[in-house]
């Protein structure tokens, strides 16, 4: 098992430019997260979702988006980058308990 | 919603020496207490967890005590090793609806060889 798999590790974006933050997990796991990471600080939960076709907001959701159309899948999407949004970004799945799975991380600076 | 807070943010002790690190949370439905170590530019990984029904768990050098009247877990480390040096989480879930976690801010442990 690959576990949780992030692309990509790096990007730098220009203010304003949008992208998507792949992560893909081969666990089943019906429980996926998106966190951040600034520097020095500790994780700040983005989205999450609970099953395919449910997605629901965490503590920091402004100027994201996520879809959750398969299980294995759950992309976040930056729309109008901001500063602000630098900051590495840790996907998390998880099986039915609050256990969680971490990604490698995608560091995202926005010049 | 709820709110864990972790002390201290900076630890520093000898090789040998144990190490506690101590959390607090708010909301008294909270079950399950994990922590977590990430060593620089790593992602976090579980290192040990515990559950409401239960005041202590122990894995080799890594223990952890809860107090859920008091509202506050802790993390203890015995025999500390140069490699026990990372920043360590704890956190706390949120409801068991959203199986999500709230993370303290972290404490930094270096570890004097």
């Known amino acids: 098992n690959a576990g949780v798999t992030q692309t990509p590790k790096f990007r730098i974006l220009k203010i304003g430019q949008s992208m998507t933050l792949q992560c893909t997990q081969d666990?089943?796991?019906?429980?996926m997260y998106w966190y951040r990471q600034d520097p020095g600080m500790g994780l700040k939960l983005i989205y999450y979702s609970v099953g395919a076709g449910i997605t629901d907001k965490g503590e920091v959701p402004n100027g994201y988006n996520v879809s959750r159309s398969t299980t294995e899948d759950f992309p976040l999407r930056l729309e109008l980058a901001a500063p602000s949004q630098t900051s590495v970004y840790f996907c998390?799945?998880?099986?039915?308990?609050?256990?969680?799975?971490f990604g490698p991380g995608t560091r995202l600076l926005v010049l | 919603g709820e709110n864990v807070e972790q002390h201290p943010s900076t630890l520093s002790v000898q090789e040998g020496d144990s190490a506690v690190i101590k959390c607090t949370y708010s909301d008294s439905a909270s079950n399950y207490f994990p922590w977590y170590k990430q060593e620089l530019g790593k992602r976090p990984q579980l290192i040990i967890d515990?559950?409401?029904?239960?005041g202590e768990k122990k894995d080799q050098r890594i223990a952890v005590t809860l107090n859920k009247t008091a509202k506050h877990f802790s993390l203890h480390i015995t025999e500390t090793q140069p490699e026990d040096s990372a920043v360590y989480f704890c956190a706390a879930d949120m409801d068991t609806g959203r199986r999500a976690l709230t993370f303290g801010s972290g404490t930094r442990l270096q570890v004097q060889p």
């Open positions: 998390a799945s998880g099986g039915g308990v609050a256990t969680q799975y």
């Open positions: 666990m089943n796991h019906n429980y």
């Open positions: 515990i559950r409401s029904n239960v």
